[in-house]
């Protein structure tokens, strides 16, 4: 799966969340959001966080990185379906986590969405100069 593209729109005050039409064609009606990292949250369709849960129970529970990225990632796990207005309710722990008031930005990030408040966003995406990410691209052996 290939998400991309970004989206904005607005939380209610209940944490019910419009999933852009383009995502939740993709998304089915089961879903999984976690917390994410820099502050964001993750969605995965279900199947890809299926396997990415058996890939972190292959490892071992006696380390403790381990047993603090499965804390992470699986603890805050929420599977989701969508209303029939193609919402997603948001729980408050993880609306808490990412800072979600009202401003919100869905991003496409390749195999999975992530969510942000939106001021959160625009401070993660900024570069003081297009020059920047060329270098970067550079940096991690990226061309076109």
Known sequence: TMFMGEYNHSIDAKGRLIIPSKFRDTLGDEFVVTKGLEGCLFVFEKYDFE??????????????????????????????????????????????YAGLEKEVVFAGVGGHIE??????????????????????????????
Do not use: Y
Not at 54 to 80: H, W
Not at 115 to 121: E, L, P, R, S
């Open 51 to 96: 396997t990415f849960m058996d890939k972190l129970n292959e490892k071992s529970d006696l380390e403790a990185k381990v047993r603090k990225i499965k804390r992470f990632f699986i603890s805050g796990a929420q599977e989701m379906e969508p209303d029939k207005q193609g919402r997603m309710l948001v729980p408050p722990v993880l609306r808490e």
């Open 115 to 144: 969510i942000w408040d939106k001021a959160k966003w625009e401070d993660v995406t900024s570069f003081d100069d297009i020059n920047d990410i060329a270098e970067e691209l550079s940096n991690i052996g990226i061309s076109f």
